[in-house]
């Protein structure tokens, strides 16, 4: 599975879009990029995924640029209880593991 | 997740004793997994299950080992605990990929934080 690149952490006011980045400059054709968050040493939560094409559901957008070597996840209006790390993982769909890296810290403030 | 449970949430435990620690799930799904995280880490697997007959080792299981007692149980042993494994474990479950209407997407427990003195 392709290795991931995330910044550290990021800040974003209530009620304002967070645009979360994520390079996957390695990524292969069959693998999918998908988003997890983990709310203060809860158990990770599932956000959202895509291949190929742009994707959204009730909780966010992703955005993967045409190359597919990197993609945004966007929380279009943040609230305080988005306050999470996020995580990019890529990985086959043949396969079961996921890999997660450090993630981005986000911080939503009022 | 209230669909995936794991005891006990909170354990403290003495180098060399051995320590289960165990996962139930009512969500139906065949795959089941254990994962360990460090402090400031992102989640590292230890042991993944497919069904109750498939068992298969992650990134990291020495020290470790598992029991698929049915498709809704699977736990984690550790034989003789020590130092190092002070970690929060978390269990996870998913659909079965390549079937119709899943997203194998995995759902995870509420942790089980270990801490070994």
């Known amino acids: 599975d392709a290795k991931t690149t995330q910044p550290t952490s990021m800040d974003c006011a209530e009620g304002r879009a967070a645009n979360l980045p994520c390079n996957h400059s390695?990524?292969?054709?069959?693998?999918?990029v998908y988003w997890y968050r983990q709310i203060h040493s809860q158990g990770p939560q599932y956000i959202i995924h895509?291949?190929?094409n742009n994707e959204t559901n009730e909780m966010a957008s992703l955005i993967i640029t045409e190359d597919r070597k990197s993609s945004t996840l966007i929380l279009p209006h943040a609230t305080l209880r988005d306050t999470a790390v996020y995580y990019c993982?890529?990985?086959?769909?043949?396969?079961?593991?996921?890999?997660f890296g450090t993630g981005t810290r986000l911080q939503v403030f009022p | 997740d209230a669909d995936v449970t794991q005891t006990p949430r909170n354990r403290i435990t003495k180098t060399g004793k051995r320590i289960m620690l165990e996962c139930s799930q009512t969500k139906g799904h065949d795959r089941m997994y254990w994962y360990r995280q460090d402090p400031g880490l992102g989640l590292r697997l230890i042991y993944y299950s497919f069904d109750v007959k498939d068992i298969n080792k992650g990134e990291i299981s020495d020290g470790y080992s598992v029991s698929r007692q049915a498709q809704a149980k699977f736990s984690l042993s550790l034989e003789s605990a020590i130092p190092n494994q002070t970690a929060l474990y978390f269990c996870?479950?998913?659909?079965?990929?390549?079937?119709?209407?899943?997203?194998?997407?995995?759902?995870f427990g509420p942790g089980t934080r270990l801490t070994v003195l």
């Open positions: 993982i890529t990985r086959s769909y043949n396969t079961d593991k996921l890999i």
């Open positions: 996870a479950t998913s659909d079965d990929h390549g079937l119709a209407g899943t997203t194998d997407t995995q759902y």
């Open positions: 895509g291949l190929k």
């Open positions: 390695t990524i292969s054709g069959n693998e999918y």
